[in-house]
């Protein structure tokens, strides 16, 4: 009864029966003792409580003596009384009478009640120890049973279910106890803890509508209909019971409704339960997860299931592998390819299940190959056939396997695995002049001539290749023109012609303006006009770059067959439109004005420097200005233009003759002493020179005619030359020089070496260095045409310079690599040579160093420079282009360095084209322009499979997009990717590095938890 009542009661107690009460207790101590004691039985405690009170503080001691029991009775029931009233001393003075009386009966009754005072505190440990010490004997029927029931509590509390539980079922015999249904309950628990789910389900049905407990109990007695197989009954009885919206384990009843109907393959059933549960729980597991996640799937909300099976990747177990499985075809359902195609690339690096690892790993080529990922789709299918030689898509694997080959630009990896075939199929037989010819444009357009000569005389020679046909003769015609094989270039350019096939570079035009260049170099004019009229027949103004120089050329040949008058005409044309080849143009119209006047011809020279301030040909009109005055004997005026040649920087290779010139003028104005001077300088600085032999019989005739022939020969020796050459060396060189002639070139090359060996400065080691390097250079022996070609170059110039020059040039670039060595001979290059187009390729090569090199500053100076000149090839704007382009990315001009790499990549498909495509990516990645950059890398890897650091690169860009994004699941599946398919190590570490980085970063977030299935 709780204090509430007791104070109602005291309320209604007449006040008369209190007075006669306090009347009788003044009168007679025994009937205070009986009052008070009848208030305790009637549970009136606070009313008995302040009587025994008085009765102990007024029982003397002499009364305790004479009445020992009578006083053992006030003080148990004063004690008890503050126990039923939770008085804090109550319990100290319960102990202490505990310990001290020795009325057995009445101790055993004090631990009762103090047991009690100490449950109503929920001191539980302390209230079952005096429970364990209480004789049931001394307890009354309503007492027994509160024992029971409490005692049964605190190790209900203590988890002691075996003392517990037939504590509980005492009381659940008892119907009418108050503690009835609270002991069902219990029971019920502890039986369902013991697996005992009969007993637990009868006594938890004895409460399931129990106010304290119907909120609670359903959801035990659903989990028993489970666990005792009648699964339709619990779910039946668990979807009631959801329908009032007051479950205490409302959440858990809905996963277990849910998993229920999962299990059923119910899946529609299913889903509105898992989505709830998931929603509301604080953490969810994997196998959670997994299961909404395939309700979503089987119900095609493919977008939803996508989201769930997303988060499920990153282990190695069955859950993990299936997930992946699912989703990838949840995204090829949704036409997400790409995304399938990562889902499957995961699923297949998992063994757990062997059937799904198959399909994924052919499904992640296949969808490789239809994304346009040639190369990881080429090494998967091949993976894919052999680790599954008997699989039931072997058939479509091969097929696709052709497939790629027939469409990959990956020409370098396509052609390896080819040759690497066994036994090539018949499909693959018919691609394999295609593949010869698409690795070829490669090489040609990475430079690599020769190499790419040798893989289009493989084209040609395959049975298979006529629908290529038509542009390995093109191109076979190009190279052969690059390599000065002019009646090749020729035989080959009318090959194609006879086509009239087009793709790209390979077409009539041209074909036809590179005949008419070929034409040129014969001196077959009239053949070289007919081809260059072909390309423009009107010209305009705006005419393109081509068309102009076609015309011009066509001017040249009517020029070089003496039409004047046509060559005049048209030159003035050029003029009259202002081209950039005005000033060529001015050039030739002065030398047909010299024909008959030569002031007239002299005065447009002079033009030239006026009007086009920044002419490369200033130089040469210098020098016909002054070869004109010299043919008037006019060798005073001619003096200042040959001084221009000889004190403007560069034009190396018109000072020789310059010099020559000025020693002729200044000998016939008798300066003799001037023009040994002259003579001097040529032969100091310029000895290998053409114009040397000359300079030297020309100071030995000044010598002679002076009577001092004895001074001209320590002249000479002064400048190296021996007067009395010696006929061993003579011979030696001669012996050489025979098996040279011969053919024998072996033993030419022999000979040489050991000439150079013998006379290291000999009066022919030009001719010996020279010659050896070209039969090492037929035999591909690079190092040591390398090295002949250098030492001629060295002493330019000379009548080898030019083409040592190049040479050098070229093989330190592109065969061995040196590209400091090659920068030094094609800036050499560039002032000695004689020709523009020999030029034009030393400011290319120059160019190629400088981008090799980064120096990106003079790249971009000489890319402006190489932009001005006529003529210009595709290269060459594709490499000025990336230069100025990386010039402004060094300095961090990523917009304005756009525009650039756009251009390159526009003209190109070999390396630059890859690099400035990967660029492209880069910069707007770097301007957090993601879905363009995402687009730019996969155009990278599209269009650029032969160049696998470019492609691997574009891979690691992507993976860093879906990281900024927090595309997890893509960026590991890239990443993944990388690193089981690089081959460049350095960039499988980073691919690597970065994984690590994103699994970092995921797991600082999501609801996932744990799963502990």
């Known amino acids: 009864m709780n204090r509430a009542i007791l104070i109602g009661l005291i309320i209604i107690i007449p006040a008369s029966s209190l007075l006669a009460q306090q009347t009788q207790f003044i009168s007679d101590p025994l009937a205070t003792f009986k009052q008070a004691k009848e208030f305790y039985q009637k549970e009136y405690y606070s009313l008995a409580y302040p009587l025994f009170k008085e009765l102990e503080q007024q029982y003397r001691e002499a009364d305790q003596n004479n ?91 203590q988890k002691r279910f075996e003392l517990a539980k037939p504590l509980f079922n005492a009381i659940r015999q008892l119907p009418k106890d108050p503690n009835y249904k609270d002991a069902n309950y219990y029971y019920g628990f502890i039986c369902f803890y013991d697996k005992n789910y009969s007993e637990a389900l009868t006594a938890f049905k004895v409460v399931e509508e129990a106010p304290n407990y119907e909120k609670v109990v359903p959801y035990y007695i659903a989990n028993i209909y489970l666990l005792q197989g009648q699964k339709e009954r619990a779910l039946q009885y668990a979807e009631a019971k959801l329908k009032n919206n007051n479950q205490y384990y409302d959440n858990e009843m809905r996963q277990m409704v849910g998993h229920g109907y999962y299990e059923e393959k119910d899946f529609a059933k299913a889903l509105p339960y898992l989505e709830q549960y998931t929603k509301n729980a604080p953490k969810i597991t994997r196998t959670d997860l997994y299961e909404l996640s395939y309700c979503y799937y089987q119900t095609q909300n493919w977008d939803k299931a996508i989201e769930g099976f997303k988060q499920l990747g990153g282990k190695q177990d069955s859950l993990a592998q299936n997930s992946m499985y699912l989703l990838g075809d949840a995204y090829l359902k949704t036409g997400q390819k ?46 894919f056939l052999q680790q599954y030689p008997n699989s039931t898509y072997n058939a479509e694997a091969k097929e696709l396997l052709v497939s790629v080959l027939a469409n990959t630009n990956n020409y370098k990896e396509a052609l390896s695995l080819t040759n690497n075939l066994e036994h090539a199929s018949e499909n693959t037989k018919k691609l394999y002049a295609r593949i010869l010819y698409g690795r070829a444009t490669e090489l040609i357009n990475d430079g690599l001539l020769i190499s790419a000569n040798d893989m289009l005389d493989k084209a040609l020679k395959e049975p298979n290749n006529a629908s290529v046909l038509p542009f390995i003769n093109f191109w076979k015609a190009e190279v052969s023109y690059r390599l000065n094989k002019i009646d090749d270039a020729i035989r080959y350019y009318f090959d194609y012609l006879k086509s009239g096939a087009i793709s790209g570079e390979a077409n009539p035009t041209n074909a036809k303006y590179n005949l008419g260049y070929c034409f040129l170099k014969k001196e077959n004019y009239r053949q070289a006009q007919n081809f260059f009229e072909q390309i423009v027949r009107r010209p305009e103004i705006n005419s393109p770059l081509m068309e102009q120089d076609a015309y011009i050329r066509e001017a040249d040949c009517f020029y070089m067959n003496r039409d004047y008058k046509t060559a005049l005409s048209m030159y003035n044309k050029v003029l009259d439109y202002s081209w950039p080849s005005s000033d060529y143009a001015t050039f030739q119209k002065a030398m047909i004005a010299g024909v008959n006047n030569a002031n007239d011809k002299i005065n447009l020279l002079n033009s030239i420097t006026r009007k086009f301030p920044n002419s490369s040909l200033i130089p040469d009109a210098n020098m016909e200005i002054a070869i004109t005055h010299l043919s008037k004997e006019e060798y005073r005026e001619a003096l200042p233009f040959l001084k221009n040649i000889i004190n403007t920087p560069g034009n190396d290779a018109l000072k020789p003759r310059a010099y020559l010139k000025s020693g ?89 070496e050991q000439y150079l060996t013998k006379f290291p400065d000999g009066k022919y080691s030009l001719e010996a260095n020279y010659y050896k390097s070209e039969i090492y250079f037929n035999q591909k022996d690079w190092a040591k045409a390398v090295q002949g070609y250098e030492a001629v170059a060295d002493k330019a110039p000379n009548k080898f310079a030019e083409k040592s020059l190049l040479q050098a040039a070229h093989l330190n670039f592109f065969e061995l690599k040196d590209y400091a060595t090659a920068e030094k001979y094609f800036s050499k290059l560039k002032d000695f040579a004689s020709t523009q187009e020999n030029k034009l390729e030393a400011m290319r090569g120059l160019l190629r160093c400088q981008y090799q090199l980064q120096q990106w500053d003079q790249a971009a100076e000489n890319s402006k420079d190489l932009l001005n000149q006529k003529s210009l090839s595709t290269d060459d704007r594709i490499l000025s282009n990336m230069s100025i382009a990386k010039s402004y990315q060094s300095s961090n001009q990523c917009a304005t360095a756009l525009q650039y790499f756009r251009t390159a990549a526009s003209l190109s498909k070999a390396a630059y084209g890859a690099e400035a495509r990967y660029e492209i990516a880069n910069c707007l990645f770097q301007q957090d322009q993601l879905k363009d950059a995402e687009k730019a890398a996969f155009e990278v890897i599209n269009k650029s499979g032969s160049y696998e650091e470019w492609v691997t690169k574009a891979y690691l860009l992507l993976g860093d997009i879906y990281t900024k994004e927090k595309d997890y699941f893509n960026a590991k599946a890239t990443f993944k990717s990388i690193i089981e398919n690089a081959k460049i190590e350095d960039l499988r570490q980073q691919a690597q590095q970065k994984l690590n980085q994103v699994n970092e970063e995921e797991n600082r977030s999501g609801k996932t938890g744990a799963d502990n299935q």
Do not use: W
């Open 67 to 157: 009445q020992p029991l009578v006083a053992q009775e006030i003080k148990y029931y004063s004690i008890v009384c503050g126990l039923r009233q939770n008085e804090p001393m109550a319990g100290e003075r319960a102990n202490e009478f505990i310990d001290l009386e020795t009325n057995n009966p009445r101790v055993q009754m004090m631990s009762f009640q103090l047991a009690e005072y100490d449950y109503r505190k929920r001191d539980y440990t302390a209230a079952v120890r005096l429970y364990e010490h209480v004789n049931s004997s001394n307890l009354d029927e309503k007492e027994l049973a509160d024992m029971k029931f409490h005692e049964g509590y605190c190790y209900f509390t």
């Open 664 to 752: 002729i003028c200044y000998y016939n104005m008798n300066n003799s002493a001037e023009a040994l001077n002259q003579y001097n300088i040529l032969l100091k600085q310029y000895p290998n020179s053409p114009e040397a032999q000359d300079a030297l019989d020309n100071a030995k005739s000044i010598y002679v005619e002076q009577g001092r022939s004895s001074e001209y020969v320590n002249f000479a020796k002064t400048m190296g030359v021996d007067i009395s050459s010696s006929q061993e060396d003579q011979l030696a060189y001669q012996e050489a020089e025979v098996q040279f002639n011969n053919g024998n070139f072996a033993n030419a090359a022999n000979k040489f």
């Open 338 to 383: 790409a995304n399938a195609r990562n889902a499957f690339l995961i699923c297949s690096s998992n063994s757990s299940n062997p059937s799904q690892k198959e399909i994924s790993s052919f499904n992640y080529a296949k969808l490789s190959c239809e994304l346009g990922y040639q190369d990881v789709a080429l090494s998967e299918l091949q993976s």
